[in-house]
């Protein structure tokens, strides 16, 4: 089991993810018609070089689970029982195709859960920076995670 028990998490703890990431044009295209976000400004290179940016921004719903999904490797794999919500969903910078980001995320709170003995919630505080060190994107994230199981 890759992931982190609920005992496991250190409020305070700040994990700097190895995994790193370009973004690409495809990404950018797939994600967006597979999400059918029509939005020229991701997906038109001739519409968005008309905008104040120039060229294509990333879709912001990838960045988001690009940059949650960084860390699953890290935290959270076969230890999530479910994401119990997202909030504060920040996108600070632009994220441009040829960025590559890199992410940490620092456990924020967590408590047992109230209704089973064998789970807590956990919330983690993710930020995603573009190679130069810009913040591009932020979010709040509650996890209902497993307790180590016992015996």
């Not at 690009?66 to 920040?90: F, H, P, Q, R, Y």
């Not at 408590?111 to 573009?130: C, L, N, Q, T, W």
Request: net charge neutral.
């Amino acid at each position: 089991m890759a992931g982190l028990w609920y005992e496991d998490f250190e409020i305070g703890k700040l994990y700097r993810h190895p995994i790193t990431r370009t973004v690409t044009e495809t990404d950018n295209v797939l994600f967006s018609t597979l999400t059918h976000n029509a939005q020229p400004l991701h997906i038109d290179r001739n519409f968005a070089a008309g905008t104040e940016w120039g060229q294509p921004l990333m879709n912001s719903f990838f960045t988001l689970g690009l940059m949650v999904g960084i860390s699953v490797n890290d935290l959270t794999l076969g230890t999530t029982i479910a994401n119990l919500g997202m909030t504060e969903v920040k996108f600070a910078a632009p994220l441009f195709q040829g960025d590559t980001i890199n992410v940490t995320t620092e456990v924020i709170s967590k408590r047992e859960s109230k209704s089973r003995p064998d789970a807590g919630i956990v919330e983690f505080d993710h930020r995603a920076y573009k190679q130069d060190g810009i913040l591009v994107a932020q979010c709040l994230r509650q996890a209902f995670m497993r307790k180590r199981p016992v015996g």
